[in-house]
T-cell receptor, first 113, second 112 residues
Framework: DAGITQSPRHKVTETGTPVTLRCHQTENHRYMYWYRQDPGHGLRLIHYSYGVKDTDKGEVSDGYSVSRSKTEDFLLTLESATSSQTSVYFC????????????FGSGTRLTVV | DAKTTQPPSMDCAEGRAANLPCNHSTISGNEYVYWYRQIHSQGPQYIIHGLKNNETNEMASLIITEDRKSSTLILPHATLRDTAVYYCIVRVPGGANSKLTFGKGITLSVRP
């Protein structure tokens, strides 16, 4: 969906460097989420946000931080990237209402070497 | 702590109906059943959701048993482009803790 975009689409970085992934949505959704997807694990929730400046941890939050200073942007930061953080990262957004599903971005493929 | 159980895979012939089962025997009264699919590492795509009544949209139909312990997603006329991983998820919508928790899903292969 054009309503949610992730950048960059691909990134290769070195171990120990900081990395920030960006998620931008134009749907005015209140809720935003970051997932990672690895073979054998499916999609796992890293962090989520339920409003500007309101964020909370998901099931695999260690090594990640997030920020949401505007409704439309949700940033995921790896403070010091490790090889175990090589993954495909997906962002999602939603209204939270019971008649609406989430919209997912196309993903960011991150490789930490 | 998966709330849903799905077979790992199934296939069907192109043009035929694909019936994807899901077991959610511990579903709570206020939890909805959601279906998403993921085509070849793209972002998951919302398909349909329901509480207790059967639902239909332009993509699929959702049949929920009367006791709500299981459901079936029906793709009425499967095409090769429907080959994907399909996720069945139960969730209480709304609120800060309303999150989608994905299991391993079922891989549907549509054969020519």
């Amino acid at each position: 969906d054009a309503g949610i975009t992730q950048s960059p689409r691909h990134k290769v970085t070195e171990t120990g460097t900081p990395v920030t992934l960006r998620c931008h949505q134009t749907e005015n959704h209140r809720y935003m989420y970051w997932y990672r997807q690895d073979p054998g694990h499916g999609l796992r929730l890293i962090h989520y946000s339920y409003g500007v400046k309101d964020t909370d941890k998901g099931e695999v939050s260690d090594g990640y931080s997030v920020s949401r200073s505007k409704t439309e942007d949700f940033l995921l930061t790896l403070e010091s990237a490790t090889s175990s953080q090589t993954s495909v990262y997906f962002c999602a957004s939603g209204t939270g209402a019971n008649n609406y599903g989430y919209t997912f971005g196309s993903g960011t493929r991150l490789t930490v070497v | 702590d998966a709330k849903t159980t799905q077979p790992p895979s199934m296939d069907c012939a192109e043009g035929r109906a694909a019936n994807l089962p899901c077991n959610h025997s511990t579903i709570s009264g206020n939890e909805y059943v959601y279906w998403y699919r993921q085509i070849h590492s793209q972002g998951p795509q919302y398909i349909i959701h329901g509480l207790k009544n059967n639902e239909t949209n332009e993509m699929a139909s959702l049949i929920i048993t009367e006791d709500r312990k299981s459901s079936t997603l029906i793709l009425p006329h499967a095409t090769l482009r429907d080959t994907a991983v399909y996720y069945c998820i139960v969730r209480v919508p709304g609120g800060a803790n309303s999150k989608l928790t994905f299991g391993k899903g079922i891989t549907l292969s549509v054969r020519p």
